[in-house]
C-alpha cells in the first residue's frame, strides 16, 4: 500500500454553545490513499462536514480543534496566513453541499475560474484552460457558460462548475461535502461518478461526504461510517455493504429503499368511483418580461379512484410538482378541466373552491417551510378542523387521535415547529392532512427531505396509511424505488406530459418508455461490486 | 439536508438587551414621573404664581417659572402624559392604519397593489412634516386631531413595511398549506400572514415613538399643537425660546431636556430590538 495522501490522527472538535458544548468529532482518525476514493457516511448531525471544513480552516469560529490532519507532508493544523491561503487554492479543491449558493451569484462563471487560476496556478492562455477546465467535467458547451451567471445554471450544471472550480488548480485532495444535495436521482448517480474518477489518474485522493449509503457504495472503494462524532465502522466498500459489523451500518443499509420490493397489499378490483377526474390539462406559467410563457404541462389526464394509491414520477423540472399543485387548486390550468367529486373545480372561484378543501388535503416536501413557525403543534394539525368542528372538545379529541395515528405522543400538542426534529414536522404535515378525514391525500415528495432511516420510518407510516384504501392518496416522487412497496398504479411524467402509466408491477417489470428504464436504472441500490 | 446544527436554539428569545433595558427603564422613568406628578410638586401645571414671573431656579419653584408665572417643573413633568400618552396614541394609531392597508395590498398582489403603492408613492412624495401641518390646520388643533394627524403621517411607512413582509411570505410553503386546509382569505391574513410579518413592525415602533414626540413637538413649536397653556414639551420650548435671548434660560432647557431624553430612550429600545432581529 501506497503511503496515504491525507492522514487524520484523532481530531476532535468542539463548539461551545449557550447550551452547553457540542463534541461535533470526537476522535476521528481515518486516512485516504492518493487514487482512493473515500466515502463518509452518515446522517446529519453526525460530524461529518466537521471533517471537511477542518481541511480548509473553515469550521465556526469559536470551534476548538485538537488533532493532526498531515496532507502530502503538510500539517494542515498549523497553517495560518499567506501558507493557508495558498494551501487552500492549491492543495485542496473542496465542493460544496449547495453549489448555487456557493458560487458568486453577480460574477460570470468564466471569471470565477479565471480568478482562481490567476491566483493560484497562473501561467498559459487562462481562457483557454478555463473552457478546458469546464469540457473536462461534461459539461457540454463551456464557451456560451464562461459568459453565464450561476443563476442561469441547473443544479447539476452548477455543481458540475463547481467541480470544475475545485479541480481547476490541479490539487492533490478533493473533498465533496454532500454534493448531490437536491438533485434527482439521476444527476446523482452522473455527478458522483464524475466526482470519483477525479482519483482515477493515481495521484489524486477523493472524499465524498454524503448521507447516502447506496450512492456512495456505487463509486468510493473504501466507507467510512460516522455516528455522532465517531467512525463506528470502516473498511473497503464491498465489505461494510455485504456484512456490516455496526448496528448503526446495518440500519443505515435497511434504510436503502429497495427496488425490488412489491407491494403487499393487493389493489381492489374496478367501479370505484372516480374521486378526481383530470381531462387534458394545459399549465403554463406566465411569461416574464421579455420570455415566451413556458407550459408546464401539456394534455395531462389522470383519474383517481376511491382507495387508489397512485405515484406519480419525475425527474426535477418535469412537471410533477405543477400537476400536484393544480390538483389541489393552487394554480389554474390553462385548458382542460379538472373534475373533483363530480363538481368542475378547475374554474371555481376561491370561496367555492374552499368548500372542496375538506375533501382534499396536502402534504409538502420541506417539512419545516410547510408549517406556520408561530404556531403550535396542536393549531396547526387543528388549521383545516377549525373549519368543520365547531365544537372544542371533540376537535381536542380528533387532534390527540389523529397524531397517535402518525406516530406522536399527544404531548407534542403545545411544541412548535422548530421544536421538532425533521421527521416528526413531516409527521405533524400529515396529522394536519388527515386531521379532517379528506378523500383525497396528496403527497409531494413527503420523504425526500429528511434523513435515510427517518425516511424509512415515514415511508412505512405512510404505507400502512395507504393499506387501509379508505381514501385516494397521490404520491410525487423522483424516485423509482421508494413508490414501488407504496403504490398501485404509477404515473411517469417527461417535460409537461405522461409518457407512461399502469399498474405499478407491470411498470416496473415492462417499462415501455425509454424515460422509465433511466429512471429505474438510476433508482438508488446497494452495489456490491464496487468499481 | 443541510448540515443542520445538532442543537437546537432553545433559549434564544427572554433575555433583554442591555441597551432596551436602559431605553426602557428610561421611557418607564418619565412616564412614571409624570403619573406620580401630583406626589412630586405641589404645584399644578397651570397654577398661576402671582408673585413670581420668569423668575430662576430657587427651592420653590425647582426649574424656576415661565412668563405666566407657572412653575417649570410641574409643567415639564405633567407634559410628560401628553407626549408619552399622544406619542403611544400615534405610533398605535400608525401600525393599524399601516396594516389595515399594507396586508390587503401585499395579500392581493397584481393590479390592486400596484395602484395602492403608487397611492402611497404619492402621500410620501410629500414633505412629512408639512403634510402633517397641512393636516392639522385642516382638522383643527385638539388632542384627538393632533393623534389623528401624527398617526397618519406616520402610517404609509408602516403600509409598505408589512406589504413588503406579505409579499415575501405570500408564496411560502406554509402559506400554501394554510390556503389547502381551506381558510377564507381574511384567516389566511390575520391567523397566518399577519403574525409572520409583525416583527419587524414591532422593531420600527420604539424608534417612530420617539420620531412622533419630535413631530408633536414641531407642530407645537409652530403653533399648530397643543393650545397653551396646557403643558406639552415642544410648546414649551417654542414660548421660552423668546426667553433664551434674555438670559432666562430655564424655561425652555428644561422642557428641552426631557424631550431629548424621552426621545433617547425610545431609540435605546428600538437599537436593541433591531441589534435583537439582526442577530436571528
Known amino acids: ?531 | 439536508m443541510p448540515a443542520a446544527a445538532p442543537n437546537r436554539p432553545a433559549q434564544r428569545r427572554s433575555r433583554l438587551e442591555p441597551i432596551t433595558a436602559i431605553g426602557a427603564a428610561i421611557v418607564l422613568a418619565v412616564l412614571a414621573a409624570g403619573i406620580a406628578a401630583p406626589w412630586l410638586t405641589p404645584w399644578e401645571p397651570t397654577q398661576i404664581d402671582p408673585f413670581f414671573f420668569l423668575e430662576g431656579p430657587n427651592a420653590q419653584h425647582w426649574f424656576g417659572t415661565d412668563g405666566n408665572g407657572m412653575d417649570v417643573f410641574a409643567r415639564v413633568l405633567y407634559a410628560a402624559r401628553i407626549d408619552i400618552g399622544i406619542a403611544l396614541a400615534s405610533v398605535a394609531l400608525a401600525v393599524v392604519l399601516g396594516t389595515a392597508v399594507g396586508l390587503p395590498l401585499g395579500y392581493a398582489g397584481g393590479w390592486v397593489d400596484d395602484i395602492g403603492m403608487r397611492v402611497l408613492d404619492i402621500l410620501q412624495a410629500f414633505p412629512v412634516f408639512i403634510l402633517a401641518l397641512a393636516i392639522a390646520a385642516i382638522l383643527g388643533t385638539s388632542l384627538p386631531n393632533l393623534i389623528l394627524t401624527i398617526g397618519l403621517i406616520n402610517a404609509p411607512p408602516y403600509a409598505r413595511l408589512i406589504r413588503a413582509e406579505v409579499v415575501a411570505l405570500r408564496h411560502r410553503t406554509f402559506i400554501e398549506a394554510a390556503e389547502c386546509a381551506g381558510n377564507s382569505h381574511s384567516s389566511l391574513m390575520l391567523r397566518h400572514l399577519l403574525p409572520n410579518a409583525l416583527t419587524p413592525i414591532l422593531v420600527i415602533a420604539p424608534l417612530n415613538c420617539g420620531w412622533a414626540i419630535l413631530t408633536l413637538a414641531g407642530l407645537s413649536f409652530v403653533g399648530l399643537g397643543i393650545p397653551v397653556p396646557e403643558a406639552e414639551w415642544g410648546a414649551m420650548i417654542s414660548a421660552g425660546a423668546a426667553d433664551v435671548v434674555g438670559g432666562r434660560w430655564w424655561t425652555a432647557t428644561f422642557p428641552g431636556l426631557a424631550l431629548f431624553l424621552t426621545v433617547l430612550g425610545f431609540n435605546l429600545i428600538g437599537e436593541g430590538l433591531q441589534q435583537r432581529q439582526a442577530q436571528r
Open chain 1, 1 to 531: 500500500m501506497t503511503a496515504p495522501l491525507l492522514e487524520i490522527r484523532d481530531l476532535r472538535v468542539a463548539i461551545p454553545t449557550a447550551t452547553g458544548v457540542i463534541e461535533a468529532l470526537r476522535g476521528v482518525s481515518l486516512s485516504v490513499a492518493p487514487g482512493e476514493v473515500l466515502g463518509i457516511v452518515g446522517e446529519s448531525g453526525g460530524g461529518k462536514s466537521m471533517i471537511a471544513r477542518t481541511l480548509t480552516h473553515l469550521l465556526p469560529a469559536q470551534a476548538e480543534a485538537q488533532g493532526q490532519v498531515t496532507l502530502a507532508g503538510t500539517d494542515v493544523m498549523t497553517l495560518r496566513g499567506e501558507a493557508l491561503r495558498r494551501f487552500r487554492g492549491r492543495s485542496v479543491g473542496l465542493c460544496f453541499q449547495n453549489p448555487r449558493s456557493a458560487l458568486n451569484p453577480v460574477r460570470k462563471i468564466g471569471d470565477q475560474l479565471i480568478d482562481r487560476l490567476r491566483e493560484h496556478a497562473p501561467g498559459g492562455d487562462l481562457r483557454a484552460r478555463a473552457v478546458t477546465a469546464l469540457a473536462a467535467v461534461g459539461l457540454r458547451s463551456p464557451e456560451t457558460m464562461m459568459g453565464q451567471f450561476p443563476h442561469q445554471l441547473s443544479g447539476g450544471m452548477a455543481q458540475r462548475v463547481m467541480i470544475a472550480l475545485s479541480l481547476a488548480c490541479n490539487p492533490r485532495l478533493l473533498v465533496a461535502d454532500e454534493p448531490t444535495t437536491g438533485l434527482d436521482v439521476t444527476l446523482t448517480g452522473e455527478i458522483l461518478t464524475l466526482i470519483a474518477r477525479q482519483a482515477r489518474d493515481g495521484a489524486r485522493g477523493v472524499m465524498i461526504i454524503s448521507h447516502d449509503i447506496a450512492a456512495l457504495s456505487k463509486v468510493s472503494d473504501r466507507l467510512v461510517v460516522m455516528e455522532k462524532g465517531l467512525i463506528v465502522e470502516e473498511g473497503s466498500t464491498r465489505r461494510i455493504v455485504t456484512a456490516p459489523r455496526h448496528r448503526y451500518t446495518r440500519r443505515l443499509i435497511e434504510a436503502v429503499p429497495d427496488v425490488t420490493t412489491r407491494r403487499r397489499a393487493q389493489p381492489r378490483e374496478d367501479g370505484r368511483s372516480v374521486v378526481m377526474a383530470i381531462r387534458d390539462i394545459d399549465v403554463t406559467y406566465p411569461a416574464r418580461f421579455g420570455r415566451r410563457p413556458a407550459p408546464a404541462l401539456t394534455g395531462v389526464s389522470l383519474d383517481i379512484r376511491m382507495g387508489d394509491t397512485i405515484a406519480v414520477v419525475g425527474e426535477s423540472g418535469s412537471g410533477k410538482s405543477t400537476l400536484s399543485r393544480a390538483i389541489m387548486g393552487l394554480l389554474a390550468p390553462s385548458r382542460g378541466e379538472i373534475r373533483f367529486r363530480g363538481k368542475t373545480m378547475s374554474s371555481m372561484r376561491f370561496s367555492a373552491r374552499r368548500g372542496l378543501r375538506r375533501y382534499m388535503q396536502m402534504v409538502f416536501q420541506d417539512p419545516f417551510d410547510a408549517l406556520n413557525p408561530r404556531m403550535s403543534v396542536e393549531d396547526i394539525v387543528s388549521d383545516p378542523l377549525r373549519l368543520v368542528e365547531r365544537d372544542a372538545a371533540r376537535r381536542s379529541a380528533a387532534i390527540d387521535r389523529v397524531l397517535v395515528e402518525v406516530g406522536l405522543d399527544p404531548t407534542f400538542r403545545t411544541r412548535r415547529p422548530h421544536e421538532l426534529s425533521g421527521g416528526q414536522a413531516q409527521r405533524v404535515g400529515i396529522a394536519r392532512a388527515l386531521s379532517i378525514a379528506p378523500e383525497l391525500v396528496v403527497l409531494d415528495e413527503p420523504a425526500s427531505a429528511l434523513d435515510v432511516t427517518v425516511q424509512a420510518q415515514l415511508l412505512d407510516l405512510i404505507r400502512r396509511l395507504t393499506e387501509r384504501r379508505d381514501r385516494a392518496y397521490l404520491i410525487v416522487s423522483h424516485d423509482l424505488a421508494t413508490v414501488r412497496a407504496l403504490c398501485d398504479r404509477v404515473v411517469v411524467i417527461d417535460a409537461g406530459r405522461i409518457v407512461e402509466e399502469g399498474p405499478t408491477e407491470h411498470v416496473f417489470t415492462n417499462p415501455a418508455s425509454p424515460k422509465t428504464r433511466a429512471l429505474l436504472d438510476a433508482a438508488p441500490r446497494l452495489y456490491t461490486d464496487a468499481t
